[in-house]
């Protein structure tokens, strides 16, 4: 069935420093791809939706110049974190459906989860 | 605005123990209704898609259920490794974005 992979699964940084996350699909190609944050024992909240060649759509309340997203393929999406603090701490999951199957399922990546000291 | 909620937040089912986990929903315009497993510091693993009120789906111990306004989880003489949060999600309106309820804990005891 069809992949999403995410890297790193797990990074610990310095306060004010910036973390790229990479969300590839590995068997498919996929133009829209999801990032979502998650806390402890929260579901997940949707941050952005990443669009292949074009600019990524934020949520309501999420800094788009805090968390880059850069979509450059069709198989990898990114999501930066830039000068990161601890309250950036989270599970970062994204995920991605298949090219034109507009069906709203959703293939999910393992997780990313971040650590801001 | 689309509202999901689940219930119970947590259950503890002893080993062969049968209930059901409730996903309700107040969307405009259900596409599709989805459950997903989530394991600790893991990401969602896909498990069902409901489309319309009356559908069912079947996979192992687990049926998925659908009417107007709420899906049913049920577990089936549930074993340890069916420990995990379940989570149910609507899709509704144009594009893919989901909109996920806070999920249900399920542990099972030996």
């Known amino acids: 069935g069809a992949v999403v992979s995410q890297h790193p699964s797990r990074v610990i940084c310095k306060s004010g420093t910036s973390v790229k996350i990479e969300c590839r699909s590995l068997?498919?190609?996929?133009?829209?791809m999801f990032w979502y944050r998650q806390f402890p024992k929260q579901s997940l909240m949707l941050m952005a939706t990443?669009?292949?060649?074009?600019?990524?759509?934020?949520e309501q309340g999420v800094e788009k110049d805090k968390f880059l997203i850069n979509h450059a393929s069709l198989t990898l999406s990114t999501l930066t974190v830039t000068s990161a603090h601890p309250e950036d701490s989270s599970f970062y999951i994204c995920?991605?459906?298949?090219?034109?199957?507009?069906?709203?399922?959703?293939?999910f990546g393992e997780g990313s989860r971040l650590t801001v000291l | 605005e689309d509202q999901v909620t689940q219930s119970p937040e947590a259950l503890r089912l002893q080993e062969g123990e049968s209930s059901s986990l409730n996903c309700s929903y107040t969307?405009?315009?259900?596409?599709?209704l989805f459950w997903y497993r989530q394991d600790p510091g893991k990401g969602p693993e896909f498990l069902f898609t409901?489309?319309?009120a009356g559908e069912e789906k079947e996979k192992e111990r687990l049926k998925a259920t659908l009417t107007k306004k709420e899906s049913f989880l049920h577990i089936t003489a549930p074993k340890p490794e069916d420990s995990a949060t379940y989570l149910c999600a609507v899709h509704t309106g144009g594009g893919n974005k989901l909109t996920f309820g806070t999920g249900t804990q399920l542990k099972v005891e030996l």
């Open positions: 409901l489309y319309s």
């Open positions: 969307v405009s315009g259900l596409r599709g």
């Open positions: 995920s991605a459906h298949l090219l034109a199957a507009n069906t709203g399922e959703l293939f």
């Open positions: 068997d498919f190609q996929a133009t829209t």
């Open positions: 990443s669009n292949e060649g074009s600019k990524a759509t934020y």
